[in-house]
């Protein structure tokens, strides 16, 4: 079983930045893809950030040049964000995805709030 714990967010004025972290534990054999995701009140959960087992990175449209995904290793992923706008405000998911078979988790989720 593989837990998730992210941790980092809080509130922020537009303009300011914040690094949110996850940390995984338990039974993890190899580099697997991670990312974060983002959901606000009444959205769907959204790709903000993914970095490959090689260390490839992708971003949304909305947050390319602002936000940056990093890794340690096969346990902990990063996420930096500057910038930020108000449309950010959302709850902040960490996820690991498992290839074969394939399988994601999740962590509980960090609030992420940017005030105008």
């Known amino acids: 079983q593989v837990q998730l714990v992210e941790s980092g967010g809080g509130l922020v004025q537009a303009g300011g930045s914040l690094r949110l972290s996850c940390a995984a534990s338990?039974?993890?054999?190899?580099?697997?893809?991670m990312g974060w995701y983002r959901q606000a009140p009444g959205k769907q959960r959204e790709l903000v950030a993914g970095i490959t087992s090689a260390g490839s990175t992708n971003y949304a449209d909305s947050v390319k040049g602002r936000f940056t995904i990093s890794r340690d290793n096969a346990r902990k992923v990063y996420l930096r964000m500057n910038s930020l706008k108000p449309e950010d405000t959302a709850v902040y998911y960490c996820?690991?995805?498992?290839?074969?078979?394939?399988?994601?988790?999740w962590g509980q989720g960090t609030q992420v709030t940017v005030s105008s």
């Open positions: 338990g039974s993890i054999s190899s580099m697997n893809p």
């Open positions: 996820n690991l995805h498992i290839v074969s078979p394939p399988y994601d988790y």
